[in-house]
Nanobody, 123 residues
């Protein structure tokens, strides 16, 4: 069973920064596409960034490009989402997800999900 554990969310002011973390197993990390999604109550869960297994190029969704960055700490099986210049519309629950390749921004491409970490941005 794939386990994904997010951390790093919190309450910040507009313009602030956060780094979200996702811990998983070495097997998952080395074989799965991993991604970050976010969801506001009442809305669909949307992808913000994804990264394939191995040494491949990460991708950030156009809607957050320039402010969001996804990265990996390979030796420690950690996935990160760095968010800068936070805006109130970034307020959401952020989820780490894992799925088999090929990598996609589609929610249907991911089978396993963490419990989420809340990000709240105040103006």
């Amino acid at each position: 069973q794939v386990q994904l554990v997010e951390s790093g969310g919190g309450s910040v002011q507009t313009g602030g920064s956060l780094r979200l973390s996702c811990a998983t197993s070495a097997y998952t990390y080395s074989t799965h596409c991993m991604a970050w999604f976010r969801q506001v109550p009442g809305n669909e869960r949307e992808a913000v960034a994804r990264i394939p297994s191995g040494f491949h190029t990460e991708m950030v969704h156009d809607s957050v490009k320039g402010r969001f960055a996804i990265s990996r700490d390979i030796p420690n099986n950690m996935l990160y989402l760095q968010i800068k210049n936070l805006k109130p519309e970034d307020t959401a629950m952020y989820y780490c997800a894992a799925g088999p390749p090929p990598c996609t921004f589609a929610i249907t491409g991911y089978r396993d999900w963490g419990q989420g970490t809340q990000v709240t941005v105040s103006s």
